[in-house]
């Protein structure tokens, strides 16, 4: 008898584990608690890598539909001072190996994909419970309950599903990212745009730093990052937009003027994004029945591979359950041993990026990271 996988989360991992799932004839079903796919706005621009997101795109069967939403030209970076100064410029060159897209539109062409029906939306899980030989119970808001035959927690940080498996707690940073929008920006931001440019830009300075992204449409999309305790933000009222952003603006006071409009400029109310992570080495025993992926299993700070690994677990998880019919257990092991090696490696590059991107030496450390040259000092 075939075994249905029930997937709780559909982020890009779950969703990506859900269409391969489907592709190979497995029955699936998706627990979602955002009441449906346009209920919350998806965030950034991701660029989109060849060795895990764009293989799992491929293994997912999305390969055109993933080149027809790329935002080209996106791949541009630049390194500013905090006086607007460039310090690093690195064109678009058109090779194409990083390709930008919209999370939102990445997230649509993977729902699009699945036959109506496989996500119940609005059902968010408050618990799971193992019931033994491999089956566990989960119990929603609403107090109605499900059995799955195998369960995949991708329900991100704040996972229901990792209790089962492990006693891993998200950890803060010391770091949080506060997300600005400005819209029009070439007509009505024109010198906040010219100091982004075409892609990327990120002006950094050791424990703060202000990156922003051009995404399509002129739209200057900003992570102002800080590098402050948890009770420093909590003591801000995000929900008084106004008060919130002239808080966050004054920590730039004597920055460039261009830079610090994508802060004072802001057309959305600023969002409080706490940088949490797991352990890099966070694994767990075989547990029957139950497995992790995405930021369930290994959060990280952000550097550009969650949602690629994500996706990339998605796809090779889905991939070991088809190669293994009748033995999930094997499938779930082979599927958890490379993910815990993969995983470790990223996390630990990740708090070494956050470090180059904010720490003592930024932003020269990451001028000679990106360049393999000492020349940021001598910039
Ligand atoms: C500020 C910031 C910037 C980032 N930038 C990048 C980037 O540029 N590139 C990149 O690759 N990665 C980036 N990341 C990381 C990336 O966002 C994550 O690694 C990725 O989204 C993880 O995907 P996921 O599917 O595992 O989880 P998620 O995207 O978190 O999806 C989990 C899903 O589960 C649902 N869910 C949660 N709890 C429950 C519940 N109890 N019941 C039912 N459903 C539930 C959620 O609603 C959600 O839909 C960034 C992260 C942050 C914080």
């Given at each position: 008898m075939t075994t249905s996988v029930t997937i709780v989360g559909a982020g890009l991992g779950g969703l990506t584990l859900a269409r391969v799932l489907g592709l190979h004839g497995i029955p699936v079903t998706v627990y979602e608690a955002d009441p449906s796919a346009q209920a919350r706005t998806q965030g950034g621009q991701?660029?989109?890598?060849?060795?895990?997101?764009?293989?799992?795109?491929?293994?997912?069967g999305l390969g055109s539909e993933f080149r027809s939403i790329i935002h080209h030209g996106g791949e541009a970076s630049r390194i500013l001072d905090q006086h607007g100064t460039v310090l690093l410029d690195e064109p678009d060159d058109g090779v194409g190996h990083r390709p930008e897209v919209l999370r939102g539109d990445l997230r649509r062409i993977l729902i699009d994909s699945l036959p109506d029906g496989t996500i119940r939306w609005g059902r968010k899980v408050t618990s799971a419970a193992s019931l033994g030989a491999g089956r566990h119970a989960l119990t929603f808001a609403?107090?109605?309950?499900?059995?799955?035959?195998?369960?995949?927690?991708?329900?991100?940080?704040?996972?229901?599903?990792?209790?089962?498996?492990?006693?891993?707690?998200?950890?803060?940073?010391?770091?949080?990212?506060?997300?600005t929008y400005l819209y029009d920006a070439d007509e009505r931001h024109p010198a906040a745009a010219?100091?982004?440019?075409?892609?990327?830009?990120?002006?950094?300075?050791?424990?703060?730093?202000?990156?922003?992204?051009?995404?399509?449409?002129?739209?200057?999309?900003?992570?102002?990052?800080?590098?402050?305790?948890?009770?420093?933000?909590?003591?801000?009222?995000?929900?008084?937009?106004?008060a919130a952003t002239a808080r966050i603006?004054?920590?730039?006071?004597?920055?460039?003027?261009?830079?610090?409009?994508?802060?004072?400029?802001?057309?959305?109310?600023?969002t409080l994004?706490?940088?949490?992570t797991l352990p890099n080495e966070h694994r767990w025993d075989r547990v029957r029945g139950v497995t992790l992926l995405g930021d369930a299993a290994h959060l990280m700070p952000p550097s550009g591979e969650g949602a690629n690994l994500a996706m990339f677990d998605g796809a090779e998880l889905g991939s070991a359950i088809a190669a293994h019919p009748g033995d999930i257990e094997a499938a779930l092991d082979a599927f958890e041993e490379a993910m815990f090696a993969r995983s470790a490696s990223e996390a630990a590059d990740a708090h070494v990026i956050l470090d180059?991107?904010?720490?003592?030496?930024?932003?020269?450390?990451?001028?000679?990271?990106?360049?393999?040259?000492?020349?940021?000092?001598?910039?």
């Amino acid at each position: 008898m075939t075994t249905s996988v029930t997937i709780v989360g559909a982020g890009l991992g779950g969703l990506t584990l859900a269409r391969v799932l489907g592709l190979h004839g497995i029955p699936v079903t998706v627990y979602e608690a955002d009441p449906s796919a346009q209920a919350r706005t998806q965030g950034g621009q991701l660029d989109i890598h060849e060795h895990n997101g764009q293989r799992a795109l491929e293994a997912a069967g999305l390969g055109s539909e993933f080149r027809s939403i790329i935002h080209h030209g996106g791949e541009a970076s630049r390194i500013l001072d905090q006086h607007g100064t460039v310090l690093l410029d690195e064109p678009d060159d058109g090779v194409g190996h990083r390709p930008e897209v919209l999370r939102g539109d990445l997230r649509r062409i993977l729902i699009d994909s699945l036959p109506d029906g496989t996500i119940r939306w609005g059902r968010k899980v408050t618990s799971a419970a193992s019931l033994g030989a491999g089956r566990h119970a989960l119990t929603f808001a609403d107090g109605a309950t499900v059995t799955t035959d195998l369960l995949v927690g991708a329900d991100g940080a704040w996972s229901k599903i990792r209790p089962l498996l492990s006693d891993a707690k998200p950890r803060y940073v010391g770091t949080s990212f506060v997300e600005t929008y400005l819209y029009d920006a070439d007509e009505r931001h024109p010198a906040a745009a010219a100091a982004v440019g075409s892609g990327a830009m990120s002006a950094l300075t050791p424990g703060k730093g202000i990156a922003a992204h051009r995404e399509a449409n002129g739209v200057l999309h900003t992570y102002v990052e800080l590098s402050r305790p948890a009770e420093w933000f909590t003591a801000i009222d995000f929900a008084d937009a106004a008060a919130a952003t002239a808080r966050i603006a004054a920590e730039f006071d004597g920055w460039a003027t261009e830079l610090r409009a994508l802060i004072t400029d802001g057309e959305a109310p600023p969002t409080l994004r706490m940088i949490h992570t797991l352990p890099n080495e966070h694994r767990w025993d075989r547990v029957r029945g139950v497995t992790l992926l995405g930021d369930a299993a290994h959060l990280m700070p952000p550097s550009g591979e969650g949602a690629n690994l994500a996706m990339f677990d998605g796809a090779e998880l889905g991939s070991a359950i088809a190669a293994h019919p009748g033995d999930i257990e094997a499938a779930l092991d082979a599927f958890e041993e490379a993910m815990f090696a993969r995983s470790a490696s990223e996390a630990a590059d990740a708090h070494v990026i956050l470090d180059l991107c904010l720490g003592d030496r930024a932003p020269f450390g990451l001028i000679e990271f990106l360049t393999g040259t000492r020349e940021g000092e001598r910039a």
